[in-house]
């Protein structure tokens, strides 16, 4: 296991979402992963940087195109994406030309700030994948880390599923 950094880029999803009052929908807000990492009382050397704070069904090839600069242009080699689940394979595809970097893509299918969420889980899953994977792109939910490149969102199921 390393124990390089890890850097953390924030793009929002239901991860960061919050409701504000009984007349508003979820929307994303300010990220949850400080929170948890706290909470879960991280020693690793971590760095968060916010990129974007949106769902990830509003994320455009532009935004992906951020994301995957963001990725690039960072000194640390090992990263963690929070992101939306319903774009997470997009965003998997944009980043796989980048080469030398392990990139682990995660979020939750219930806000971090619910009581039941799998918020806190994914993203311990991610940053341990992050210190013990090789250089590419991963995706890391429901106990299960992916290579992002063969895996889709199987809505019926609630989870990832691995595309042979």
Do not use: W
């Amino acid at each position: 296991m390393t124990s390089e950094p890890i850097l953390i880029l924030t793009t929002g999803g239901t991860i960061d979402k919050q409701y504000f009052d009984a007349l508003s929908e979820y929307q994303v807000g300010e990220s949850t992963v400080g929170m948890l990492l706290r909470i879960g009382r991280v020693a690793h050397p971590f760095r968060i940087e916010e990129v974007l704070r949106k769902d990830s069904l509003e994320l455009t090839d532009d935004d992906r195109a951020l994301i995957a600069a963001r990725a690039a242009a960072a000194p640390e080699s090992r990263i963690v994406i929070t992101h939306g689940t319903d774009t997470m394979t997009d965003t998997a595809g944009a980043l796989a030309a980048i080469p030398g970097k392990t990139m682990v893509l995660t979020g939750a299918l219930a806000p971090a700030r619910f009581t039941e969420s799998d918020a806190a889980f994914n993203l311990g899953l991610a940053f341990a994948a992050a210190q013990t994977c090789a250089p590419g792109v991963y995706i890391a939910m429901s106990g299960q880390v992916f290579d992002g490149l063969r895996v889709k969102k199987d809505r019926e199921a609630g989870r990832f599923v691995q595309i042979e």
